[in-house]
């Protein structure tokens, strides 16, 4: 039996194309993590399970919450704005139907970055352990880039998964602002040393030689820019908080 879950947050752009995506599932659960838009109805009318979840208490909560609720002996975490291909579904069934030796799945993942595929600035190559055997996954940690603590063997998929990531700039500076305020928390309970101008500027910098030089971010035209930039901008944003919640805290 495979359970699929979904995380979501204010999705109902998003939501239903996953869902059709997964349709193949013996249960869909998706986790309500603060919905306040259609989410939920969509989700109920397509037969997904709604497990609440607390607002705000991480992005390793959410996956514990619904690891909890599944009722499968296999999970696949799948996000709302990622899709399972076809020929992803077929290989998941057969890795599901076998005696097979690994514990959980790398996936590849095809990255669609404002409308357009991308393969530099490091979205290239990119793999997501999401296909658990349910008795190995321990747990999810870190609230936010949560990773999975799994028991035995891990094995790699040979097809893609599609991941919708950012479609707009609107949502790009929604999404910053959440995040970048889980980083300032994180930050300031690892006791961030005092942020000062060269710091500041120093991060940004290696930011920028990272995106631009190193992963060659350039090489995805356009879209590549926009987003070797907005990295940059992340990275400023996240010392800036940081600075004004030290400030405050004194």
Not at 123 to 130: F, M, P, S
Not at 133 to 144: M, S
Not at 161 to 175: N, P
């Amino acid at each position: 039996m495979l359970s699929v879950i979904i995380i979501t947050l204010n999705e109902e752009t998003m939501i239903g194309d996953c869902l059709l995506s997964v349709k193949f599932a013996d249960e869909i659960i998706v986790v309500n993590s603060g919905n306040i838009d259609t989410t939920n109805s969509i989700a109920k009318q397509c037969g997904a399970r709604i497990v609440k979840s607390a607002p705000g208490s991480g992005y390793d909560q959410y996956r514990n919450d619904g690891l909890k609720a599944a009722k499968g002996d296999w999970i696949l975490y799948v996000d709302a704005d990622e899709r399972v291909t076809p020929l992803l579904k077929q290989e998941i069934e057969q890795i599901i139907s076998t005696d097979t030796h690994s514990s959980a799945y790398e996936i590849p993942r095809r990255n669609i970055y404002l409308g357009k595929e991308m393969f530099f600035g490091g979205w290239g190559n990119d793999r997501v352990i999401r296909l658990f055997r349910k008795d190995k996954l321990l747990q999810y940690k870190n609230a936010l880039h949560e990773q999975p603590e799994v028991e035995g063997e891990i094995g790699m998929l040979k097809n893609s998964m599609v991941h919708f990531s950012h479609r707009d700039l609107g949502s790009m500076l929604d999404k910053t602002l959440l995040f970048t305020g889980y980083e300032v928390e994180l930050r300031l309970k690892n006791n961030h040393p005092k942020i000062v101008s060269w710091r500041i500027t120093r991060v940004m910098f290696t930011e920028f030689w990272q995106r631009f030089i190193k992963m060659q971010a350039w090489r995805d035209g356009v879209e590549g820019i926009i987003d070797g930039m907005f990295q940059v901008f992340n990275i400023f944003i996240i010392y800036a908080r940081l600075w004004e919640a030290q400030n405050a805290k004194r």
